[in-house]
């Protein structure tokens, strides 16, 4: 698994060098070097420091921020097709800066960043109320929790346009938040101030890790093995808050990643999630920051957002995920299921 | 958009009260004299009106037009304002939404001194909104009208008119004042646009001749350069001698985009710029970035400043970009 770990940082670096390479303005290998020296041109300065490092760093700490918060709410749902966007954490945060802008007035990235915590909170909750209620079993069914999460998103939604047929002003803000993007260096102001709760985050994401690989057996085998069923709840809710909420104020609501880039490391971990957290965060940063580099070459001299780009590659891979699901849920002979490698890990360990 | 059936059965007995007392009304009138039968004439010819060939087809305007609502709020607007129509309606304009004040916005206050109201929000069409303030005429892009056509016929006449893309504003204006018998005014203000042009033209002559001049939209995503805007219309007008990238527009007809990276590769043969930025936080964040000031020009202080409310309209926006552009050379 170290080597796994190591391929995957040494991928990440890689993917975050062409990043810095690549653009719709093409300087030689010496150009790029000598902006880090102060030896190129000022045009080549302000593209490369001003602009590409920025949303490279963006791109890793973003991407792996969703992904990580992506793979907590399909472990502490039990469901595999659940991400922060499909369960209403991001719409929560989106409507939660609509208002912002539109009844406060606020402005800068600093200020949206409370709101877009706020917004993933209540988000959060209403899902996670929602979906129990609406479940008549005990362990959350995936259908009922995706309904509930549609609902909510739905709900959201539907404030999040009211708020913006009232006032257009609001619209032209919030485009960032609907689409997402890398360019500008907006979200890099934002990343100043909110890279604390991300670190928070992901520290709340490793320590809790082990006790997910117990709640993947069922919240009463979980109990029994002495783990604080309740309190693990409380520190993913707290986890996801953080990490959606800050990559949110950071990059705007960007789909799929949350969603897909958990499933890409899932196989190489076994449903380890000690190890699938650090994996996903690499997954995720390589996934934003392809979709970005794809973006910035696909029509040149133009760009195409990030966000729209992951759209069009995470649609399929949501669609590809929703078969799997489906066949494997039809097998009823498959010898390994993921609750089955959770009570092997658990009971080996 | 929803049309209650309730609603439209309740017009369609309005008005078939109305046709029943139009039609005794009429029956009275036989059997009164001679001054009788010649005023009943002339009520006919009002309601024979004008007609006149629009995008969408024939269209019959009564001779007396009491209320006007326009639709879109851009050209529409413009033209209805300009040419002195009642106007009693027009979508509402969000406060704050530009930064910089409307071309409209004196023109728009008169007509609100006079009644006129703000019916709903822009492209959130409310027919019922329209019907109760009675227009006599309603006057829209024709995109907007065509898909609710019918339904707003039924209220009143609907004077279908283009967009930057379709026709000129001058084709326009000429529509509207044929339609409601203000041809001359229409004329007077092409004509009094025209004079104007002229006017900047041989003032700025050499400098017109010698600088290369850019319509530039820009935000965080990048730049833009659009040949139909009414700006851009206005810049050829005047004989501006485009950049490379806004020739590129004009020669293919269509937009042309740049990722942030080409800000300055892009534009950096243009001598003048008309900046293109809508509210302040996106033009402070332009003039903060290092390849914005690079810019020859911006570097020279060629640079004036305009917003999305120049890329439509009628004469009274057109001349409002004829500033603009005379601002502009006025940097030289």
């Not at chain 1, 800066?97 to 993933?120: E, N």
């Not at chain 2, 009943?40 to 305007?61: K, P, Q, Y």
């Not at chain 2, 004042?177 to 104007?196: P, S, V």
Request: hydrophobic share 50%; aromatic share 4%.
């Amino acid at each position: 698994m170290l080597v796994v770990g190591v391929l995957a940082l040494a991928a990440v670096l890689a993917v975050a060098t062409l990043s810095i390479f690549v653009g719709t303005r093409q300087f030689d290998p010496a150009t790029v070097f000598g902006a880090f020296t102060g030896t190129a041109g000022e045009e080549a300065h302000a593209i490369i420091l001003g602009q590409r490092v920025p949303r490279t760093i963006l791109g890793i700490v973003g991407g792996a921020a969703l992904a990580v918060g992506g793979a907590l709410v399909q472990a502490h749902t039990r469901n595999p097709l659940a991400d922060p966007g499909l369960l209403g954490v991001t719409a929560g945060s989106a409507l939660a800066v609509v208002l912002a802008i539109s009844l406060l007035g606020v402005t800068t990235p600093a200020g949206y960043l409370w709101f877009a915590f706020a917004g993933a909170l209540v988000g959060t909750v209403l899902v996670a109320v929602f979906g129990s209620v609406a479940t008549r079993r005990r362990d959350a069914g995936p259908a009922s929790l995706v309904l509930a999460g549609a609902a909510v998103s739905a709900l959201l939604g539907a404030v999040t346009g009211v708020m913006l047929l009232l006032d257009t002003a609001t619209l032209d803000v919030y485009r960032f938040w609907t689409v997402g993007s890398l360019a500008g260096g907006r979200g890099f102001e934002a990343l100043g101030v909110v890279w604390p709760f991300l670190v928070l985050g992901l520290l709340l994401a490793l320590v809790q890790a082990p006790a997910l690989n117990a709640l993947a057996l069922g919240d009463d085998i979980a109990q029994s093995l002495g783990r604080n069923v309740a309190g693990t709840r409380m520190l993913g809710l707290a986890a996801i808050v953080l990490l959606v909420g800050g990559a949110v104020a950071c990059i705007g609501s960007l789909g799929f990643v949350g969603l897909v880039a958990p499933h890409l490391v899932r196989r190489l971990c076994r449903d380890d999630q000690r190890a699938l957290v650090p994996l996903a965060a690499a997954a995720g940063a390589l996934l934003v920051l392809v979709a970005d580099i794809l973006g910035r070459v696909a029509v040149a001299p133009n760009e195409i957002p990030v966000g729209i780009t992951l759209g069009v590659l995470g649609g399929p891979a949501f669609l590809v995920l929703v078969v799997r699901s489906a066949r494997r849920r039809s097998s009823r002979r498959r010898p390994a299921t993921p609750q089955a490698t959770a009570a092997r890990r658990v009971v080996s360990s | 958009m929803s049309r209650p059936s309730a609603d439209r059965r309740t017009t369609r007995l309005l008005n078939a009260l109305a046709a029943s007392a139009a039609t005794i009304a009429l029956l009275a009138g036989c059997t009164s004299g001679a001054a009788a039968d010649a005023d009943a004439d002339a009520d006919s010819a009002d309601r024979a009106g004008r007609t006149v060939d629009t995008i969408l087809g024939e269209v019959t305007v009564p001779e007396q037009i009491d209320a006007v609502v326009v639709i879109e709020g851009r050209r529409d607007l413009d033209i209805a304002l300009a040419l002195g129509l009642p106007v009693v309606g027009f979508p509402i304009e969000e406060e704050g939404a530009l930064e910089l004040e409307s071309p409209l916005a004196d023109a728009r206050a008169e007509a609100e001194a006079n009644g006129a109201t703000g019916l709903f929000i822009a492209d959130e069409i409310n027919i019922e909104a329209i019907a109760e303030a009675a227009p006599s005429l309603i006057i829209s892009r024709s995109d907007d009208v065509e898909p609710i056509f019918d339904e707003l016929s039924a209220i009143a006449p609907v004077l279908a008119i283009g967009e930057q893309d379709v026709s000129t504003w001058q084709d326009d204006l000429l529509l509207v004042g044929e339609a409601t018998g203000t041809t001359d005014t229409a004329e007077a203000l092409i004509a009094e646009y025209e004079a104007r042009v002229a006017e900047v033209s041989a003032s700025y002559a050499d400098v017109i001749a010698s600088k290369l001049v850019v319509p530039l939209g820009t935000d965080a995503e990048g730049s833009q350069v659009r040949p139909n805007r009414l700006l851009s219309n206005v810049l050829q007008d005047v004989g501006a001698q485009p950049s490379a990238a806004f020739a590129e527009s004009i020669e293919t007809g269509e937009g042309v985009e740049f990722g942030p990276e080409q800000l300055l590769d892009a534009h950096k043969d243009a001598d003048g710029i008309v900046a293109l930025v809508n509210v302040a936080d996106e033009w402070a964040a332009t003039q903060a970035n290092p390849l914005w000031t690079q810019l020859p020009a911006v570097a020279a202080g060629h640079v004036v400043r305009s917003d999305k409310s120049t890329h439509e309209g009628g004469p009274i926006t057109a001349l409002h970009a004829l500033d603009v552009v005379e601002a502009l050379y006025a940097t030289f």
